[in-house]
């Protein structure tokens, strides 16, 4: 008689359970999961994509990369804590850490969330790009994350700004995003250009609102993308000119890394 109780309690349980698969299941018949990333269904109900695509993913992430430009490169083919590449060539931040190369499934998710409206992709790269922040030299010595801003136009036109949906969703047990970075220029893509036309498309670009100073502060610039390192040079630039104390860099993805910068 003593048992009655408990095996009432477990029979109520199983039932829970039961049904609650019975919902989940009907769920899945009548709404699909779809991978966000190909957009084929997917089995899954808790990922975000699919199967084949967290593997191209994981491809793209991680390997080693020179912690000055965040291009792909050996420990051993570095001299102090630079690359072969960039022994010459001038970074204006501290360290920079990234998630993973520009290719891939990686790519794909990139592009389809700047330019497809797809706000909803910002999710799996906040994964990625909090990984490579906990791996960072810097992670314990920032007090703000300043996402690259857009011009007020690009923003309205594209809806959101992808760099600050980014620095919302990383996780630190101090700093916090700060958007006194603005855009003062709207500026043509960087796409199509060369390395120098990119540092002069970028000049001037930035600036820090009137009255906001950054004084001693350590920063960490946060992006999507960066090719050839023109923007956050600048951004950095700026920072430093506002009374940054040190500035660090944290991106998604590098890009062209088969190409000379």
């Not at 793209?60 to 965040?70: K, S």
């Not at 204006?92 to 520009?102: E, L, M, N, P």
């Not at 043509?188 to 502060?217: E, M």
């Amino acid at each position: 008689m003593t048992l009655l109780p408990q095996l009432r309690s477990i029979n109520r349980a199983w039932a829970q359970k039961g049904f609650s698969r019975l919902l989940e299941s009907v769920n899945h018949l009548l709404w699909p999961t779809i991978c966000l990333g190909c957009r084929t269904r997917k089995d899954e109900l808790d990922t975000f994509l699919c199967d084949d695509c967290w593997r191209d993913l994981m491809a793209a992430c991680g390997g080693d990369y020179c912690p000055h430009c965040g291009r792909q490169a050996s420990r051993f083919g570095r001299i102090g804590d630079r690359c072969g590449d960039c022994q010459d060539r001038q970074v204006s931040f501290d360290g920079i850490a990234r998630a993973g190369v520009y290719g891939g499934s990686l790519r794909q998710i990139i592009l389809s969330m700047k330019f497809q409206d797809r706000g909803e992709l910002a999710e799996p790269l906040v994964r990625i790009l909090n990984a490579a922040l906990q791996s960072a030299s810097f992670a314990d010595f920032i007090d703000w994350f300043v996402p690259v801003p857009l011009h007020w136009r690009r923003r309205l036109s594209r809806g959101f700004n992808q760099s600050r949906m980014l620095a919302k969703g990383l996780v630190h047990p101090s700093a916090t995003v700060n958007t006194d970075l603005v855009r003062i220029r709207n500026t043509p893509t960087q796409w199509s250009l060369d390395p120098a036309q990119r540092r002069r498309n970028v000049r001037g670009a930035f600036a820090v609102r009137h009255g906001h100073k950054f004084s001693g502060k350590r920063c960490c610039i946060v992006d999507d993308i960066t090719t050839s390192n023109a923007t956050l040079n600048e951004c950095a630039a700026v920072l430093r000119q506002a009374g940054a104390d040190k500035v660090y860099a944290l991106v998604v993805a590098v890009a062209m890394q088969d190409r000379d910068e």
